[in-house]
């Protein structure tokens, strides 16, 4: 007993090791990643200060939430076209997914931008402090009522990756609760189709559920 207390006190002390030495790389990565997105952010944005009515800060941020509100519908119709897609490798699937993460993050940072300027104009702009602790508490409070507060989560603790077919081509979805509501107009509440097979002895049919696989099986007759 007390050799196979040494050796599993040995194997837990060696995967400690393993996984302190994984998120020890783990934090440096997302940090260097961290530097590199707000480099991009920072690039873009002061960009756009330059070039987007700098002397009319008013209408340059609508102008970004308008440039964000378009890049939203042709990503939309975008991925509406490239989700039918069989293949997704090779050479021009990378192409695709590279246009597609641009226009992406250009929306983002204009989106950003367009709604952080907006909150300068209008809400307490001659009280940095009042402003800081408003915008705060209406952030809170209207994602915690949407259900959406791990919105806020960025880099560093948010790392995506490209090359992975599932995963480059994302567009927001709703939540599951608007979903719902929305009836048959939701995906998420579109009848499934079943899958039947027959077989020598009967018929098997297979219909995919939210939350189970729900299998019937008839008898055959003959």
């Not at 989560?153 to 077919?165: C, N």
């Not at 939540?175 to 027959?198: T, V, Y």
Request: glycine share 6%; proline share 4%.
């Amino acid at each position: 007993r007390k050799v196979k207390s040494v050796d599993s006190c040995a194997k837990v002390k060696k995967m400690i090791q393993i996984n302190g030495k994984e998120r020890f790389a783990s934090v440096i990565w997302c940090m260097t990643l961290s530097a590199f997105v707000v480099a991009y952010w920072r690039g873009l944005w002061y960009i756009l200060d330059e070039k987007l009515e700098p002397e009319n800060l008013e209408l340059s941020g609508w102008y970004s939430v308008a440039l964000a509100a378009a890049c939203m519908v042709i990503l939309a119709v975008f991925h509406a076209a490239v989700s039918r897609f069989d293949t997704k490798t090779g050479f021009w699937w990378r192409l695709l997914e590279m246009l597609y993460t641009h226009v992406a993050a250009a929306g983002s940072v204009f989106a950003w931008r367009g709604c952080w300027v907006l909150f300068d104009v209008y809400f307490y702009p001659n009280d940095v402090l009042i402003s800081g602790w408003g915008c705060l508490i209406i952030g809170f409070v209207g994602l915690t009522l949407l259900s959406s507060m791990r919105s806020v989560v960025a880099p560093p603790m948010v790392a995506a990756y490209d090359g992975v077919p599932d995963k480059s081509l994302v567009f927001p979805s709703l939540p599951s609760w608007i979903l719902d509501r929305l009836g048959n107009g939701g995906m998420a509440n579109r009848a499934p189709a079943p899958i039947a097979l027959e077989t020598k002895q009967g018929s098997i049919t297979a219909i995919q559920t939210s939350t189970a696989l729900e299998v019937k099986y008839a008898t055959s007759n003959a």
